[in-house]
């Protein structure tokens, strides 16, 4: 059982263009929710967080949205840029769980020019 | 600053053939984990250390062991490779167990089991 979902296997975007990449969930109880970057050959890198106490959260070009009725959250990437291409992970736990992170299947994200 | 260091970034086994792989961080982490990533699962937890002298199972744990050997270290055995093991394997590490702080991951190793 997938409880953590990425829909959308691949997205291709223009550069400086918007990319929103989706995140669903199943289990009422994770509380804090994770994006993380992987390039071929590296290990994931840790891109921005959202508390579920929270519905928005914003970092520079990166802003994570969290819709707690709908068990959803996206990940706005404003503006678009060729160093972006990468496959991005949405990843969730529960508090006081040893921080143990449940996966998505990923979503690799193109930037064309 | 290293991070997390992973070796070896490669390796071949046979089927029945066992191996270790390392894992060491410099950050002074107390909680440290094994994730394997196959091709459309994303990452799965096979094993966790939420401190110095604690392991525990994760998600995917058969097949594998653990040992936290210090702060530093904790080391995944396969004790008889098998084909289903073939995967890329990540070590991550994060600050503290019982609050919400990001992990730190190595490159990754790249086992194929034949």
């Known amino acids: 059982d997938q409880q953590v979902k990425q829909n959308s296997p691949s997205l291709s975007v223009q550069e400086g263009r918007i990319s929103i990449l989706n995140c669903d969930y199943t289990?009422?109880?994770?509380?804090?929710f994770l994006w993380y970057k992987k390039y071929p050959a590296e290990g994931p890198t840790f891109l921005i967080s959202?508390?579920?106490?929270?519905d928005k959260n914003e970092d520079g070009r990166f802003t994570v949205f969290l819709n707690k009725s709908a068990k959803h959250l996206s990940l706005h990437i404003v503006p678009s840029q060729p160093g972006d291409s990468a496959v991005y992970f949405c990843?969730?736990?529960?508090?006081?769980?040893?921080?143990?992170?449940?996966f998505g299947t990923g979503t690799r994200l193109q930037v064309t020019l | 600053n290293a991070g997390v260091t992973q070796t070896p970034k490669f390796q071949v086994l046979k089927t029945g053939q066992s191996m270790t792989l390392q894992c060491a961080q410099d950050m002074n982490h107390n909680s440290m984990y094994w994730y394997r990533q196959d091709p459309g699962m994303g990452l799965r937890l096979i094993y966790y250390s939420a401190s110095e002298g604690t392991t525990d199972k994760g998600e995917v744990p058969n097949g594998y062991n653990v040992s936290r050997l210090n702060k530093r270290e904790f080391s995944l055995r396969l004790e008889s490779a098998a084909p289903s093991q073939t995967s890329v394997y990540f070590c991550?590490?994060?600050?503290?167990?019982?609050?919400?702080?990001?992990?730190?991951f190595g490159q990754g190793t790249r086992l194929t089991v034949v």
């Open positions: 991550a590490s994060s600050e503290q167990a019982n609050w919400n702080t990001e992990a730190f």
């Open positions: 959202i508390s579920s106490i929270k």
């Open positions: 289990n009422s109880m994770f509380d804090y």
């Open positions: 990843a969730a736990t529960v508090t006081g769980t040893a921080s143990k992170l449940t």
